[in-house]
């Protein structure tokens, strides 16, 4: 939770209590495929948050949702992902 707080700025995030994501709102205007594109660039992979959102709803104005998967990776590692995350989405709004 701290690199989430430390790295990806405003984004609205659930602290789970348990479970395998943290799911987020990024703030940010660029669409989803550019999203993801940038970061298999940098060698980080997720799933697209769309799928995951429940229909006929969609994320607010200006925010993709995300997940972030913890489970399988130690704290340093998923800290050094969420950096990496964060940087991509600052490079991008520009």
Known sequence: MVAVRSFLGDA???APDGGY???AHLSTDVDEATFLAALRAEGIAL???SAFY???ATPP???LFIRL???ALNP???AFGV???GKVAEKLSR
Request: aromatic share 16%; charged share 10%; proline share 21%.
């Open 12 to 14: 609205l995030f659930a």
């Open 21 to 23: 994501f943290i799911s």
């Open 47 to 49: 799933a697209p948050g």
């Open 54 to 56: 429940p229909p006929p």
């Open 61 to 63: 104005a200006g925010t």
């Open 69 to 71: 998967p913890f489970q």
């Open 76 to 78: 340093d590692d998923f």
């Open 83 to 85: 950096e990496l995350l």
